[in-house]
C-alpha cells in the first residue's frame, strides 16, 4: 500500500508544479491596462510635448471670432518652405494660443514628425505625418479633450498638408514678420515721412536709405536702454 502511495503523491506534485509554472508564464505575456492600449493602437497620447520658447517663432496670423482670438506660431523655416512650394518639414511644430475675453484658455499644438503618421488614435483618419495635442493655458496636458476631433477638423485640408492656416503662412510676409527677434520689432517701421535734421554746420544731404538706417540705429539703441533698466 505505501509502495502504491509514493508513486501517487509524486506524479500529483508534478503536475502541481507544471500548472504554477504555466500560469505565471501566462500573467508575465499580458499587458494590463494602458500598456495593452498603447500596444494594440499605436498611439502615445504624451508623444507631443509643449513647445517651450514656440512664441520666439513667426507669430503669422490673428483669428478673431467673437470673444475668441487666435494666436498662430510657427518657425521661419515652415513658412519659408509653403511660400517656395515645397513640403512643410519634419519638426515643424505649429502652435495656436486661443484667448476667450482676453484671458489664455488653450493652447493647441500640431507637429509634424516623419513616421508619426503611422502612430494615429484608433479609428482616425491619416493626416499626413501630423499628430496633436491640447494644453491648458497653464500649459498643462488637457487629457480631457477628445484629440480625434483634432484629426478629423484637419482631415480636409489634405491639399494644404493638413493646416487650417496654409494661406497665412503663404501671404505672410517675413520681412515685417511679428516675431520675437529684435531686429523684426524695428524693421518694418515707416520711417518715409520721419525727418533728420543735420547738427551743427554739417550741411550733408542723406538720402531715404541712409535716413532710415540711422532711424533703426536709434531705435535699437533705445530698446537695448530700455532692456538694460
Known amino acids: 500500500m ?3 502511495l509514493f508513486p501517487g503523491l509524486a506524479l500529483m506534485m508534478v503536475l502541481t508544479l507544471t500548472a504554477c509554472n504555466s500560469n505565471n508564464d501566462t500573467s508575465q505575456q499580458e499587458p494590463s491596462g494602458d500598456t495593452a492600449e498603447k500596444e494594440s493602437s499605436g498611439y502615445d497620447r504624451e508623444l507631443v ?3 517651450e520658447n514656440y512664441d520666439k517663432g513667426v507669430n503669422y496670423a490673428t483669428v478673431n471670432r467673437g470673444n475668441v482670438r487666435e494666436e498662430a506660431y510657427t518657425s521661419r523655416e515652415a513658412i519659408e518652405a509653403v511660400q517656395n512650394g515645397q513640403p512643410i518639414p519634419s519638426g515643424t511644430v505649429v502652435t495656436l494660443e486661443i484667448y476667450r475675453d482676453e484671458e489664455l484658455s488653450e493652447i493647441f499644438v500640431m507637429e509634424k514628425r516623419t513616421g ?12 499626413g505625418d501630423w ?4 494644453f491648458n493655458g497653464d500649459r498643462s496636458l488637457d487629457y480631457e479633450e477628445d484629440i480625434g ?3 478629423s477638423c484637419h482631415a480636409n485640408q489634405e491639399r494644404d498638408d493638413f493646416v487650417n492656416t496654409f494661406d497665412e503662412m ?3 510676409d517675413l520681412t515685417v514678420s511679428k516675431d520675437s527677434s529684435t531686429e ?8 518715409e ?6 547738427i551743427g554746420d554739417n550741411h550733408e544731404i542723406i538720402d531715404d536709405g541712409e535716413k532710415e538706417g540711422m532711424i533703426q540705429n536709434v531705435l535699437l539703441s533705445f530698446y537695448f536702454h530700455q532692456e538694460k533698466n
Open 184 to 191: 523684426s520689432r524695428f524693421a518694418g517701421i515707416y520711417a
Open 49 to 51: 510635448k509643449f513647445p
Open 131 to 134: 499628430l496633436y495635442q491640447e
Open 2 to 4: 505505501i509502495k502504491l
Open 193 to 198: 515721412d520721419w525727418e533728420v535734421k543735420p
Open 170 to 172: 503663404k501671404n505672410e
Open 116 to 127: 508619426w503618421g503611422d502612430q494615429n488614435p484608433p479609428d482616425t483618419p491619416r493626416n
Open 149 to 151: 476631433r483634432c484629426f
